[in-house]
């Protein structure tokens, strides 16, 4: 018996991320069925004639079993209830066919953004992330270099603060290690403000506006803090991510590792502190700090090209979508702002011609693509 298909169907049945790339292994006739399954709402009855089934080959027989009742019975498509969890998105990626009729679809242009980083003297300097050179000052002293899609800064004798800073457009991810060796992934839509050197005696401060995920180098005499919006995060040596992107209401600190502490601007003697595999979430207008725990992966996948929505509202996960692919999405089908998404793709693979391909099929909706601009109809 196939275990691996047992495992697909019961994360299915119970609503859980499932591993798309694992779904590749499967023979077409596999991922054809368990398609059908989904469309017939049949998991639950799969995994229960498996379990009963005393048969080496249980996946096989049922597979017989299906073929013989197929016209005897159907179960609705699919039911998207208010609020509801769309579960069969997760395997849409790999189990449509792709039908290039069923939509007026264009494919997306690929007006690449540049990285910028922006010099001391408010020089900006264009980077491709398959560079390789030199980081100086404007006096020609080198600070550090570039290696692909990360920058390296070294210790210098910089004996005040020269702050650069970086900004990634939509569509692309950076990183940067900073002269203390902390490593920041800046998310697509981010930007970092950063000194080239940090002061022996004061703090160790960096701005952002976007996400990002910092691994803290530990100095216990220089203290770390993220200044994001209305939100601080101090810490001596961790690893979290911070999102507190401009158009969101909300910033948000998970942290993996570690220990930080929190404060917003207008109460800096309030400080909140938060524990690994919790995050803390604020709203800009309020000074109040929630504690949550969570699923630190669901919130640094996006370093390794994943997105994975779980319960997302369907407004926040086209947020996400147009950063990571650079796009604007026009929604006028008021209908699916009522939605919540369980999903998981991956920008390194799936185009976002795919996913809004899938996402039409399982609510029915219509869609063009035209340059950069998504409209839902």
Known sequence: MNQHIISILKQLQQGENVD???IKHLSTEDK???EDLLKQNLVGEALEFIENTSQQNQWHSFKSKLKEQKHKRRKPYFIALKYAAIIIVLFGVFLFSKNPTQQPAEHVVNNEKSIELILENGEVQRISATDSQEIAL?????????NGNQLNYKKSELKKLVYNELKIPNGKRFSIALSDETLVHLNAGSSLRYPV?????QPREVYLSGEGYFNVTKDTAHPFI????AVNVKVLGTSFNVSAYPKA???ETVLVEGAVQLFKNETPDQKTVLEPGYMAESKKTES???ITKVNTALYTSWISGDLIFKKTPFTKMLDCLERSYDVKIINNNENLNALNFNASFNVNIESISDIMEILSEMQSFKYTIKDKIILIE
């Open 32 to 34: 054809t069925l368990i």
């Open 20 to 22: 798309l790339y694992a």
């Open 226 to 229: 993220v200044h994001a919006d």
């Open 197 to 201: 050197n940090f002061i022996a005696g």
């Open 288 to 290: 109040a700090i929630g």
């Open 249 to 251: 209401s909300n910033i």
């Open 138 to 146: 404007t006096n020609g002293n080198i600070i550090g270099s570039q």
